[in-house]
């Protein structure tokens, strides 16, 4: 490679310039991407602009911060329901900002988490589930609820809001959690449907005439279930003040449930759309969540992380493979909830993906503004392009 | 939008493939000279060359592909446009015209002119043509016959264009069928977007090195300028073109997409489409393109090997024959796309 070459390679393609194109992507869309991937998207924006603007003080970060803080303001009542109803209880950008002192939201924040303690709908046992479905759990109400409550911990001082988030992570290991796979199922039904609990995404032939035919745990562990397990869990140990009586134990959960899910990973560093069945497809938005959770403990250092460094580098090489130039996703899992109404790793498998997803979104944007904080705050690992570089992957499983 | 760094990233993804000699070498390999000419790299230029040297001195037995024998093992176009510009050494302009008097002289022709295989539906007679072909023979002879003085290699070029480009092009879309006498006797309906890529880059190149004086000259820019036209009519919103061109029901397809961003961006360059709309359609191509082009310079959406697929090669069949993440058909056209994209950047036509 000759020096001009050399020259045309370092202006590179970074962590923030591909979170930067995604957003432009996202802004181009003709389809409304913010109100089909829901709050977690603006959380992801918002936190974005923050890790930006660590790394470059260039305006497009404040218009972006200041277009996250209008939309966040001006979120449809619908989506800061009074129960789960899978959804959002409490509007996770807004909690965040709450915690992190950026905006105005600490008193609406604190008041939604007092609702959601008091009148979320819950299960027998105290679990947050679905309204519509009594009894259905699912690692997407985990995410929805646990890292609100932890933000609104943080921003209150309340303790608890962080002793109902640990309640709520520890009931739904309990239930959805493998030890011996050391994976996440990614839900439960207690029994068959009516018939009258479909929801709007659910209304293709085959889910309605299949849906729920299964009682207990799904079987197959999906990729993105497993993620925003993580993510709640993530989050809450993040917050969770030293002093909670539960942060070190939870600390050594995340990381064994970080060291457990490395032997899924594959050559070229995906995860899968199953995470234990390398026969499906592999998977973005699972990579992502999974990246972004490892980022989360690499960053922290709280224990030797060099056992996460070269696999959390070859996991975003890998997915840089499933990132278009332009900001375009591939491979990112459609949207479900029990596929084919069993669940299993077949039906999993069987539940394509396509192009530009919204759901990856958010755990992409995240995946990629961590590492931008590792690159920046501890050199623990180099420019997305070098990683690429390092971790060119492999043709063919 | 950095064209050279992502040219360099298809290319290393695609030596990562290693894929076994087939036609599609030809074309990758081309796509990087051209690459290397562009970006005045020499330590690129001496990288193809060297993978190059088996082929045009006969240590490659076999090249997959119907123009094997006589073209593809030699190196194809991607030897002939290397000899033309003086990148390979005396002894192989023997060795290429050799090969090219044999593809003159033993490859089967349909009624004594256009070449051909034989029929699927009957394979007792000889009659199976197919748009792919120009791709394959065209610059090959061209080039050779501008380097060697051999005047018959130059107009057999021009007139197998010609050939089929009178059987297989449909005035009223402006666009390339595919075959005819595949599977049935007659042309296969739909347009796939690859071959209509194969027609253009046979049509770019000729356009561009025909000698003006030559009695094909008008008809060749002529059809140049039609399939151009009927790919403006065809391109999506996004700037892709569809494995049917005419049904935008079928997959984005990325191959095909490079190979008409070539052929147009490199008319653009020459100076035969000056309209803004054929700049306009190939900023928006070119934009479109890298959205299935991954970090690591991986190749969505692009179709696998493909001819006359299913029933009889209709727009349906062609989306059954879905797509291939980095097949070895996916690295050539948009490296080549992105050569002219470069060019024209250095001419401050793109941004």
């Not at chain 1, 936190?47 to 790394?55: C, S």
């Not at chain 1, 590492?371 to 390092?390: C, D, M, N, R």
């Amino acid at each position: 490679m000759n020096s001009k070459v050399k020259k045309i390679m370092k202006d590179t393609t970074g962590y923030l310039d591909q979170c930067v194109s995604i957003c432009g992507k996202i802004g181009m869309g003709r389809t409304n991407v913010y109100r089909q991937a829901g709050p977690m998207l603006e959380f992801s924006t918002v936190r974005l602009t923050k890790v930006g603007m660590i790394g470059d003080h260039e305006t497009h970060w404040q218009t972006l911060r200041d277009e996250q803080l209008s939309r966040i303001r001006t979120v449809p009542e619908e989506l800061r329901g009074e129960t789960t109803d899978l959804q959002w209880a409490i509007h996770p950008g807004a909690a965040w900002l709450a915690a992190r002192g950026i905006g105005d939201y600490s008193k609406s924040v604190a008041e939604a988490a007092e609702k959601l303690i008091a009148d979320g709908h819950r299960n027998a046992d105290g679990l947050f589930d679905d309204p519509v479905y009594p009894g259905h759990l699912s690692t997407e109400i985990m995410a929805m609820t646990i890292p609100a409550l932890a933000f609104a911990g943080k921003c209150s001082g309340n303790g608890a809001f962080f002793d109902e988030a640990v309640r709520q992570y520890e009931g739904y290991a309990a239930v959805l959690y493998d030890p011996a796979a050391k994976l996440w199922h990614p839900g439960y039904l207690p029994g068959k449907a009516t018939g009258e609990m479909w929801r709007y995404w659910d209304k293709s032939i085959l889910t309605q005439g299949l849906y729920l035919k299964k009682t207990g745990v799904f079987q197959g562990c999906w990729s993105r279930g497993e993620g925003y397990a993580l993510f709640a869990l993530s989050e809450l140990v993040f917050e969770l003040p030293d002093s909670h009586p539960k942060k070190a134990e939870l600390l050594q959960v995340r990381e064994q449930m970080l060291e457990g899910l490395l032997q899924y990973q594959d050559t070229n560093g995906m995860w899968h759309q199953v995470l234990n069945d390398w026969g499906s497809y592999p998977e973005t938005s699972g990579t992502a969540w999974i990246l972004y959770a490892m980022g989360r403990l690499i960053k922290r250092g709280r224990t030797a992380v060099s056992r996460f460094l070269a696999p959390y580098q070859k996991g975003l090489a890998g997915m840089g493979r499933y990132l278009a130039w332009d900001g375009s996703l591939f491979n990112v899992s459609t949207g479900c909830i029990c596929p084919g109404g069993r669940g299993t790793a077949a039906d999993y498998a069987l539940l394509g993906w396509r192009k530009d997803e919204p759901a990856g979104c958010a755990p992409v944007l995240l995946a990629l503004q961590q590492a931008a904080q590792i690159e920046f705050a501890t050199g623990l690992i180099p420019s997305y392009q070098e990683v690429l570089k390092q971790f060119p992957g492999d043709e063919v499983l | 939008m950095n064209y050279p760094m992502l040219a360099y990233k298809l290319w290393d993804r695609y030596k990562r493939q290693q894929f076994p000699p087939v036609y599609t070498t030809i074309l990758t390999y081309y796509g990087a000279f051209r690459m290397a000419e562009v970006m005045d790299d020499g330590i690129l230029l001496e990288e193809v060359k060297e993978k190059l040297h088996p082929f045009w001195n006969g240590k490659i037995a076999a090249v997959a592909g119907y123009y094997g024998k006589y073209d593809y093992r030699w190196g194809g176009n991607a030897s002939a446009w290397a000899l033309l510009h003086d990148y390979l050494p005396e002894e192989a302009a023997e060795k290429i015209c050799a090969a090219c008097d044999d593809l003159l002289t033993l490859q089967p022709r349909y009624e004594n002119k256009i070449f051909c295989r034989p029929k699927w539906y009957d394979p007792s007679q000889m009659g199976f043509r197919w748009i792919d072909s120009v791709f394959g023979v065209c610059p090959f002879l061209l080039w050779t016959g501008l380097k060697c003085g051999k005047a018959n290699y130059i107009d057999e070029a021009a007139a197998q264009m010609r050939y089929h480009h009178e059987l297989l092009f449909d005035p009223v879309r402006k666009l390339y069928h595919q075959c005819i006498d595949a599977s049935r006797p007659e042309l296969t309906p739909g347009y796939w977007s690859r071959g209509v890529g194969w027609g253009l880059h046979a049509l770019a190149d000729l356009a561009a090195d025909l000698p003006s004086g030559h009695p094909e000259y008008g008809y060749i820019r002529q059809a140049y300028q039609d399939t151009i036209d009927g790919c403006v009519a065809s391109q999506d919103p996004e700037g892709m073109w569809h494995q049917s061109m005419d049904d935008f029901g079928t997959f984005p397809e990325t191959s095909g997409t490079g190979l008409i961003l070539y052929a147009l961006g490199k008319g653009i360059r020459n100076g035969f489409f000056t309209s803004d709309k054929y700049l306009e359609t190939f900023k928006k191509g070119i934009r479109g393109l890298t959205g299935y082009i991954g970090l690591d310079g991986s190749v969505q959406n692009c179709c696998g090997g493909c001819c006359c697929p299913g029933y009889n090669g209709t727009a349906a069949d062609y989306q059954i024959r879905g797509w291939i993440l980095n097949d070895n058909h996916a690295f050539g056209p948009p490296i080549l796309a992105c050569t002219e994209a470069i060019e024209l950047q250095k001419r401050g036509i793109l941004p």
